[in-house]
């Protein structure tokens, strides 16, 4: 009896020893299963930090990153300014072209409308223009030559009105020369005059040139054989000074 009793009690014994090595076993390999989680997260964390010099350095990266963004914007706005100077020398060359395009002449009375007009001031003076009605610039060149009705004396011209450098007349552009109708001295005999012969110079100044252009005078002029008449001259107030 106390033989079985004693065999029980070694087995019980036996038996929890047994059970605490389990125990203790199991103990053991969820603190090697609980350290072998963990490492995985030590080593994420040791990769995971930034210092202050990784965070400079993405800082650099993403300004380098950013330069390198713009350099097709620039090269576009380089390659557009480039399109536009060709527009500028496109431009430029029609200007050449449209200047060449058609050579001065001289001005007459084919390529010019020719007007004459009383007017206030100075008194006892007319004005003559012309006007360019060709499609070419042409050259006003010297002072008109006037014939007053059937006289046969050329009219005087007053020398001292060349202007600085020769009328050139675009299309559309006048030309202007006054003429004074008595000059000095006072008391010279009067001719009444009906209708004045405009007749155009050369460069040359010898003798007329072209077709010549007729009108008829203001109602009540007279003229005198000490009159005189200007060189052309490209604006209005420059004729009508003399």
């Not at 390999?29 to 989680?37: E, L, Y």
């Not at 009375?109 to 060709?134: E, F, M, Q």
């Not at 050139?168 to 009067?190: F, H, K, M, V, W």
């Not at 007729?214 to 109602?219: G, R």
Request: aromatic residues 4%; charged residues 15%.
């Amino acid at each position: 009896m106390r033989n079985h009793i004693r065999t029980t009690a070694l087995a019980a014994t036996a038996l929890l020893a047994a059970l605490s090595l389990t125990a203790c076993g199991g103990n053991d390999n969820a603190n090697d299963s609980k350290a072998g989680a963990a490492a995985p997260a030590a080593n994420t964390t040791a990769t995971t930090p930034h210092t202050d010099k990784d965070a400079k350095d993405t800082k650099d990266a993403k300004e380098t990153g950013s330069g390198t963004a713009q350099a097709p914007a620039q090269n576009a706005s380089t390659t557009s300014k480039g399109s536009t100077g060709g527009s500028k020398s496109g431009k430029s060359s029609a200007g050449s072209t449209g200047s060449g395009s058609k050579s001065p002449v001289t001005c007459t009375g084919s390529n010019t409308k020719v007007t004459v007009t009383k007017v206030s001031r100075p008194i006892n003076h007319l004005l003559l223009t012309a006007t360019n009605t060709g499609s070419a610039p042409c050259y006003a060149y010297h002072a008109p030559a006037l014939g007053f009705d059937d006289a046969q004396a050329a009219f005087p011209v007053l020398r001292d009105s060349i202007p600085q450098a020769v009328v050139t007349l675009e299309p559309g552009q006048s030309a202007y020369a006054s003429i004074g109708l008595s000059g000095e001295p006072d008391g010279q005999e009067l001719h009444k005059g009906t209708h004045l012969t405009v007749y155009f110079t050369g460069k040359a100044n010898q003798g007329s040139t072209g077709a010549p252009a007729k009108l008829t005078l203001p109602a009540g002029t007279s003229w005198g054989d000490n009159g005189f008449v200007t060189y052309w001259q490209s604006e209005m107030a420059d004729a009508l000074m003399y």
